[in-house]
């Protein structure tokens, strides 16, 4: 079995675009953020979305927003001034946020994303 995403392009491009309104990924970069906003999905329901069945709702929209997030993330971080914080115009001076930090801002936010999506489901359920 190959590296699948939970969410495909039909889905992104229809169902979800229909209720949440734009979206920004590209068809030719939707395969590499989806498969990556299912990886950190799968961690954090620890292996109980059936992948046998049809994927619910919930899940198929975490991931494309995920994936959302993951792309504007990767669009910011293309700009050379993806960490700029602050800005003085006389006697310019500029404050930059470290990447460490930029990195922990973007994991809560898709720790938010999955929460949001998820808390109610169950899948997020690590007990016996």
Do not use: H
Request: charged share 25%.
């Amino acid at each position: 079995m190959g590296i699948t995403a939970l969410t495909n392009w039909e889905y992104y491009n229809g169902t979800y675009k229909e209720a949440m309104g734009n979206v920004t990924i590209p068809q030719a970069d939707f395969p590499r953020y989806t498969i990556q906003a299912s990886k950190l999905i799968r961690k954090y329901t620890f292996g109980n979305i059936d992948e046998s069945k049809a994927i619910v709702d919930d899940v198929q929209c975490c991931c494309c927003e995920l994936a959302e997030q993951m792309y504007q993330c990767a669009v910011r971080d293309a700009d050379s001034q993806n960490n700029v914080t602050s800005e003085k115009d006389g006697s310019w001076a500029v404050s930059y946020e470290s990447r460490e930090k930029t990195e922990e801002s973007d994991l809560k936010v898709q720790k938010g994303i999955i929460y949001n999506w998820l808390i109610n489901t169950g899948l997020m359920y690590s007990g016996v």
